[in-house]
């Protein structure tokens, strides 16, 4: 809150949230400047009427149920929902049904989060907004479950216009799990981690970091960054892609001190994949959390349905193996593992559902 003193030496404007009226008239206002013949279009107009629909009654949704979640998706979620839906409209047009291309855009712009109607049966974001959407479509949509993540990560990795990525995993194997999808979708990648010893929590540490993400934005890789938050601030103008172009190279504003700062070019090829654990989501900013394409990861999304119920089988049957009294004595140690780790086995090795695999799920963990 700003004392008086400084409230009268500004201008103090006072902006209320859109209502659906606003966010009708800019998703149209979007589209028609990407795709000038959506307007035109019956069908098209309808459907970006009704994405929006679907987001003011989304973002209802959280502040009924789920309050602390309330700006994990914002205005530029929106934005880039309508953005993406119009230039796919635009060139796929009459190859791919207008419904599909919206409910991938979806898919895009609004996974991150894990809602939660039950604790042992969370579902994702990206579902409540496809069932919103269906209901303003008013047909049967096919899907509405769901979520690709590799084609989500693929397509934002190889096409110009996209955000940047944030993904969001569970503590258990997030790095296995991202390995495992650069490694699946052909992707080389720079890792790069920052420490949290409080030794280095300095202006030294943080600028020996902030050089090798330069090094790496200059040379068009991709890179992921974890534990970074020291220094994340100083790349707001790359994470908001608030480049200046000067002949055919970009350029973001860097600020490597308290008192410097510069423009560096960024390649073009240059993508960036923030990482972070669900725990820390709440301590990130609002407007940080917005400027990226989110996604939750987990091994699950990655499996199929028969797949996941067979990791919660052998699951149940650990816990209930070390549960047991008599066990408790004979074993050395207890196991100490979570359906993760289940997952990510059965994700390795890559078996058919047959009676092998439950021998070598319960050779590894030791069953």
Same mark, same amino acid.
């Given at each position: 809150?700003?004392?008086?003193?400084?409230?009268?030496?500004?201008?103090?404007?006072?902006?209320?949230?859109p209502d659906l009226d606003?966010?009708?008239?800019?998703?149209k206002a979007i589209a028609?400047?990407?795709?000038?013949?959506?307007?035109?279009?019956?069908?098209?107009?309808?459907?970006?009427?009704?994405?929006?629909?679907?987001?003011?009654? +989304?973002?209802?949704?959280?502040?009924?149920?789920?309050?602390?979640?309330?700006?994990?998706?914002?205005?530029?979620?929106?934005?880039?929902?309508?953005?993406?839906?119009?230039?796919?409209?635009?060139?796929?047009?009459?190859?791919?049904?207008?419904?599909?291309?919206?409910?991938?855009?979806?898919?895009?712009?609004?996974?991150?989060?894990?809602?939660?109607?039950?604790?042992?049966?969370?579902?994702?974001?990206?579902?409540?907004?496809?069932?919103?959407?269906?209901?303003?479509?008013?047909?049967?949509?096919?899907?509405?479950?769901?979520?690709?993540?590799?084609?989500?990560?693929?397509?934002?990795?190889?096409?110009?216009?996209?955000?940047?990525?944030?993904?969001?995993?569970?503590? *258990?194997?997030?790095? *296995?799990?991202?390995?495992?999808?650069?490694?699946?979708?052909?992707?080389?990648?720079?890792?790069?981690?920052?420490?949290?010893?409080?030794?280095?929590?300095?202006?030294?540490?943080?600028?020996?970091?902030?050089?090798?993400?330069? *090094? @790496?934005?200059?040379?068009?890789?991709?890179?992921?960054?974890?534990?970074?938050?020291?220094? +994340?601030?100083?790349? +707001?103008?790359?994470?908001?892609?608030?480049?200046?172009?000067?002949?055919?190279?970009?350029?973001?504003?860097?600020?490597?001190?308290?008192?410097?700062?510069?423009?560096?070019?960024?390649?073009?090829?240059?993508?960036?994949?923030?990482?972070?654990?669900?725990?820390?989501?709440?301590?990130?900013?609002?407007?940080?959390?917005?400027?990226?394409?989110? @996604?939750?990861?987990?091994?699950?999304?990655?499996?199929?349905?028969?797949?996941?119920?067979?990791?919660?089988?052998?699951?149940?049957?650990?816990?209930?193996?070390?549960?047991?009294?008599?066990?408790?004595?004979?074993?050395?140690?207890?196991?100490?593992?979570?359906?993760?780790?289940?997952?990510?086995?059965?994700?390795?090795?890559? +078996?058919?559902?047959?009676?092998?695999?439950?021998?070598?799920?319960?050779?590894?963990?030791?069953?």
């Amino acid at each position: 809150t700003l004392d008086a003193s400084k409230m009268n030496r500004a201008i103090h404007l006072s902006v209320q949230e859109p209502d659906l009226d606003d966010l009708i008239l800019t998703a149209k206002a979007i589209a028609n400047n990407i795709y000038e013949e959506i307007e035109k279009i019956a069908t098209y107009n309808n459907l970006i009427e009704n994405l929006t629909k679907s987001y003011f009654d +989304y973002k209802k949704y959280l502040k009924q149920n789920y309050e602390q979640s309330y700006d994990f998706h914002g205005a530029r979620d929106f934005y880039y929902l309508i953005k993406i839906t119009a230039r796919e409209l635009k060139e796929n047009l009459n190859k791919i049904s207008s419904e599909k291309i919206a409910m991938e855009s979806i898919e895009r712009n609004f996974g991150g989060l894990e809602l939660t109607r039950e604790i042992s049966n969370p579902y994702p974001s990206t579902k409540k907004m496809k069932e919103l959407f269906s209901k303003y479509q008013n047909s049967y949509i096919e899907n509405v479950d769901k979520y690709d993540i590799f084609s989500c990560i693929n397509e934002n990795l190889t096409n110009d216009n996209n955000r940047y990525l944030l993904l969001i995993t569970k503590k *258990t194997k997030n790095e *296995t799990l991202i390995e495992f999808i650069m490694n699946k979708l052909g992707k080389n990648y720079r890792f790069i981690q920052g420490s949290k010893l409080k030794a280095d929590q300095n202006e030294d540490y943080g600028l020996d970091k902030t050089w090798s993400i330069i *090094t @790496h934005m200059e040379n068009g890789e991709i890179i992921i960054l974890k534990d970074l938050e020291l220094i +994340y601030p100083k790349f +707001y103008d790359l994470f908001n892609q608030n480049f200046q172009n000067f002949g055919n190279s970009q350029y973001a504003r860097i600020v490597l001190d308290s008192t410097t700062n510069e423009r560096h070019m960024v390649n073009k090829n240059f993508r960036c994949i923030v990482l972070l654990e669900q725990n820390e989501v709440e301590e990130q900013d609002p407007p940080f959390l917005n400027r990226f394409e989110k @996604h939750f990861m987990s091994f699950k999304y990655l499996l199929s349905d028969k797949q996941n119920q067979f990791a919660k089988d052998i699951y149940k049957d650990i816990k209930e193996l070390t549960s047991i009294h008599e066990n408790k004595k004979m074993l050395q140690f207890l196991v100490n593992i979570n359906i993760e780790e289940i997952r990510c086995l059965l994700l390795k090795y890559k +078996y058919n559902i047959d009676e092998e695999i439950e021998k070598t799920i319960k050779e590894k963990v030791k069953f």
